[in-house]
């Protein structure tokens, strides 16, 4: 088959944008790849102080990047529909890295679309993950999950980051999982009832504000004793002695200890 020079390019330019993406999300441990149908989003609570999307979203815009003309203003990009179906080795997928699918300005018809599509590939699994719990539990109020879905939350203190676990409860869902990062503070008795997995980590670059050891190591010990699987990601800009430095020289190791335990699904 002959294709123009333009439509070449076009297709040379989309996967080297997302072979750029890949590079930056294989920093994070807990998935394989990312999907972003959304991009932008809009601060909520004190977990976005320092949202690294947003930082990443104005850098993509400044290089011309596809998907960011915006910057971190809200886009919905049906284009990227597809791309989930295209491949066929058994994947998992953050989907939006770069936003909340869950935005109030996000259509719920456009939602539909997202969930077809997570239907249409049973041999991938999707981690969909929102700071806007309320619209997530009105929307599958009236539909199913998929299977292949796992729907979480984030958790980053008390005030708003333990109501949203609530209504992640109230969601029929197979896999339910919290992701509580940045842990900003000792966050008490987490409601853990029909939560199957946890993720921990600090945060990281400019500000970065510090994770004592004892709040990680308590959540670690309510999912223990609830047998709950339980995943360390990382310490951030401030180490578990306390002292701030480069985060790969902080690691991931809680109390001397890796934590990567994931659902069984994903094995």
Known sequence: M?????????????YTYLSFLELIVSKIEWTEKTWNPVTGCTKVSPGCKHCYAETMSK???AMD???????????????????????????????????????????????????????????????????RSEIMREYFESRVVPDNAWL???VEDKKYGKPRIYD??????????????????????????????????GESGYGARPMKTEWAVDVRDQCDR???????????????????????????????KTWDMMPAAAM
């Open 226 to 256: 609830a047998g709950i699987d339980f995943f360390f990601k990382q310490w951030g800009a401030w180490g578990e002695d306390g002292r701030k430095r480069d985060k790969k020289r902080n690691g991931r190791s809680l109390q001397g």
């Open 152 to 154: 979480g939350v984030s």
């Open 65 to 131: 990047v596809p998907g960011y003309e915006n910057g971190f203003n809200l886009s919905l990009i049906p284009s990227r529909l597809e791309q989930p179906i295209r491949r066929k080795k058994p994947t998992m997928y953050f989907v939006n890295s770069m936003s909340d699918l869950f935005q109030e300005s996000v259509p719920f018809t456009f939602i539909d679309q997202v969930m077809d599509v997570i239907r249409k590939t049973p041999w991938h699994t999707y981690q969909i993950l929102t700071k």
């Open 168 to 201: 992640l409860q109230k969601i029929r869902s197979k896999t339910r999982f919290l992701s509580i990062e940045p842990l900003l503070e000792n966050l008490g008795r987490i409601p853990l009832a029909k939560i199957h997995w946890v993720i921990v980590g």
């Open 59 to 61: 850098r993509l815009q």
């Open 2 to 14: 002959v294709i123009g020079f333009r439509v070449f390019f076009s297709i040379l330019y989309e």
